[in-house]
């Protein structure tokens, strides 16, 4: 099966009667700890993994830009999609996505504005079903048009000897990033996260406890590194 984000193993199941606030200082601890190693929009790509971060020539036209990767790539990857996805803008027709060689990944979902679609690569990446993805990449389409300039998705980075997922944007910015924890208790992982609302910029921070089965923690985190508010969830239908 293809596997993109982390996951916690599986162990008994959590007690029922789970209260929040367990694993609030771990989280505040690994979100600070995140936070200095990892600033969002300051750190860039080719400072983090620099196989995907091919620089732009300006000026190339599309039809250009696919010459220039045939010629210096062929179809070796992650060069190939990283040096294009930087001409695929907000507008260019969908089946430019094609030239990227990146094989479909996950449903498409749609919203009121378009139609969610993720492409995916791994050095063993066969299908959805066989190889595990080393990245992906995101976009928006509507009308055969793009809508939404591409995201790259890295699935496990190691950096500084701890493990995080990444989201780079256009710019090759990054702009979310996620860290998990070992079980902390009985099966349960615990993940904190920050990223960069992109209405409107916001840094926005959060934790989640989760496991196998049973419920789950959400947890609201200020930028001043306090509790802001949790939700208990309860298990996910089927899973209990």
Same mark, same amino acid.
């Given at each position: 099966?293809?596997?993109?984000?982390?996951?916690?193993?599986?162990?008994?199941?959590?007690?029922?009667? *789970?209260?929040?606030?367990?694993? #609030?200082?771990?989280?505040?601890?690994?979100? =600070?700890?995140?936070?200095?190693?990892?600033?969002?929009?300051?750190?860039?790509? =080719? #400072?983090?993994?620099?196989? *995907?971060?091919?620089?732009?020539?300006?000026?190339?036209?599309?039809?250009?830009?696919?010459?220039?990767?045939?010629? +210096?790539?062929?179809?070796?990857?992650?060069?190939?999609?990283?040096?294009? +996805?930087? *001409?695929?803008?907000?507008?260019?027709?969908?089946?430019?996505?094609?030239?990227?060689?990146?094989?479909?990944?996950? !449903? +498409?979902?749609?919203?009121?504005?378009?139609?969610?679609?993720?492409?995916?690569?791994?050095?063993?990446?066969?299908?959805?079903?066989?190889?595990?993805?080393?990245?992906?990449? #995101?976009?928006?389409?509507?009308?055969?048009?793009?809508?939404?300039?591409?995201?790259?998705?890295?699935?496990?980075?190691?950096?500084?000897?701890?493990? *995080?997922?990444?989201?780079?944007?256009?710019?090759?910015?990054?702009? =979310?990033?996620?860290?998990?924890?070992?079980?902390?208790?009985?099966?349960?992982?615990?993940?904190?996260?920050?990223?960069?609302?992109?209405?409107?910029?916001?840094?926005?921070?959060?934790?989640?406890?989760?496991?196998?089965?049973? !419920?789950?923690?959400?947890? #609201?985190?200020? !930028?001043?590194?306090?509790?802001?508010?949790?939700?208990?969830?309860?298990?996910?239908?089927?899973?209990?």
């Amino acid at each position: 099966m293809a596997v993109l984000l982390l996951g916690c193993a599986a162990s008994a199941a959590p007690a029922d009667d *789970y209260v929040g606030g367990k694993f #609030d200082a771990r989280a505040l601890a690994m979100l =600070h700890e995140m936070v200095e190693a990892l600033p969002l929009r300051t750190t860039l790509l =080719h #400072d983090i993994a620099p196989a *995907y971060a091919v620089g732009k020539h300006e000026g190339l036209t599309w039809e250009e830009a696919v010459a220039e990767a045939d010629r +210096r790539f062929g179809k070796r990857q992650p060069e190939r999609c990283a040096f294009l +996805r930087k *001409y695929l803008a907000a507008g260019a027709p969908e089946s430019r996505l094609a030239e990227l060689q990146w094989k479909p990944w996950g !449903p +498409r979902f749609s919203s009121g504005e378009g139609t969610f679609i993720s492409l995916a690569w791994g050095p063993n990446f066969k299908d959805p079903d066989e190889g595990e993805v080393e990245a992906r990449i #995101d976009t928006q389409v509507a009308d055969q048009r793009i809508i939404r300039r591409l995201t790259l998705a890295l699935a496990r980075v190691k950096f500084k000897d701890v493990v *995080y997922s990444m989201t780079f944007d256009a710019e090759d910015h990054l702009v =979310h990033v996620s860290r998990e924890d070992k079980p902390v208790e009985n099966g349960m992982c615990l993940d904190v996260t920050q990223s960069v609302w992109e209405l409107d910029g916001t840094i926005i921070f959060s934790a989640s406890v989760r496991g196998p089965r049973g !419920p789950r923690e959400m947890i #609201d985190i200020t !930028p001043a590194f306090a509790i802001k508010g949790r939700r208990v969830l309860p298990p996910l239908s089927g899973l209990k």
